[in-house]
């Protein structure tokens, strides 16, 4: 366990925010709200029949419960589901239907501030987490994008932030125009200072540095950058680096001799997703790194997917990711 998780952990426990995890078919949801709640690292609410799921032999009687026999609940949840979908012809009977899926339910209940946090996707697909968080979570204030990134965690320090390196977006826009790119780069600037404690060196990347090469994939990267400029960021960023001049000084200084982030960038923005999730793939499995995500940022509310492969472990900590960022 990495001295950042041990942080984060130890955050969460003190802030005790209550996150919720509607996939209560799977055993290792369970298994990891049991861990949450051993180790007081924060409150879990679950969606399902109490007695049920206590049946099934975990220790979640400290759990919150939420279900469809509540009628006071559904018709609360239901009339807001309604107002925030009618305009998409949702008619109040459907609005009702759609509480029968745990995940509606549960981004209902994120949306109404009965939980602080929402962790998905063991069972859900990744579009179906997504969804669900514009159409009723909806998008953070100032943001036109939801994308994602992930946590890196390099076996050496020499990278990074004590070895810490954030990428995005690895997992949910596959071809950001420079709009979007510019909303990922200041949405990752803002999670890393949270998370890590400590400021933004954020690189955009691209296969040219500083002119090197004419493409319109360059000028994409660079028009993200003069828009990231002018919303007067409050951190150190630049643009039309290749990845070894944002992460090594001695090549910067040849690079790019003028750049402000002189290859200690700890932030990395890529420029599509192929770059992204190809990145981290290659970090993670020849560099050994550990890989947790992707957190998804944009959002006006904290909720965050799993992968449907996820191990009990990664439940954990993408959870107490989610508590962190509810603080």
């Known amino acids: 366990m990495s001295q950042f998780l041990d942080t984060l952990k130890n955050q969460s426990r003190q802030n005790q925010r209550d996150i919720i995890l509607p996939e209560t078919q799977d055993e290792r949801v369970l298994k990891a709200a049991e861990i949450l709640l051993k180790e007081k690292l924060c409150k879990v609410s679950l969606i399902g029949d109490r007695q049920e799921v206590l049946s099934r032999g975990f220790q979640l009687e400290d759990a919150n419960f939420y279900g469809t026999s509540d009628e006071a609940l559904v018709k609360e949840l239901t009339e807001t589901y309604y107002e925030l979908r009618r305009s998409k012809g949702l008619s109040w009977v459907e609005a009702r239907r759609s509480l029968q899926s745990p995940l509606t339910m549960a981004a209902l209940l994120l949306k109404t501030g009965k939980v602080d946090g929402l962790v998905s996707g063991s069972v859900s697909p990744t579009a179906d987490v997504i969804r669900a968080g514009i159409q009723v979570t909806r998008l953070a204030p100032g943001s036109k994008t939801v994308s994602s990134f992930f946590v890196m965690i390099l076996p050496t320090v020499q ?169």
Do not use: W
């Open 159 to 327: 990278f990074g932030h004590n070895g810490i390196l954030f990428f995005a977006d690895c997992g949910v826009v596959p071809n950001p125009n420079s709009s979007q790119l510019a909303d990922i780069t200041m949405a990752t600037a803002e999670n890393f200072r949270q998370l890590v404690g400590v400021e933004p060196k954020v690189a955009m990347l691209s296969f040219s540095t500083k002119g090197s090469a004419k493409h319109e994939d360059v000028d994409k990267v660079c028009t993200a950058f003069e828009i990231v400029k002018k919303r007067n960021p409050d951190f150190s960023v630049d643009a039309e680096l290749q990845a070894d001049a944002a992460l090594i000084p001695s090549v910067a200084d040849k690079k790019a001799p003028q750049s402000s982030i002189s290859g200690n960038a700890n932030v990395l923005i890529f420029p599509d997703l192929d770059a992204g999730n190809i990145g981290y793939k290659l970090v993670q499995r020849l560099a050994g790194a550990e890989a947790y995500g992707p957190v998804i940022q944009g959002l006006a509310r904290p909720m965050n997917d799993l992968s449907r492969g996820c191990s009990i472990e990664d439940i954990v900590n993408v959870s107490v990711i989610t508590a962190v960022q509810a603080s």
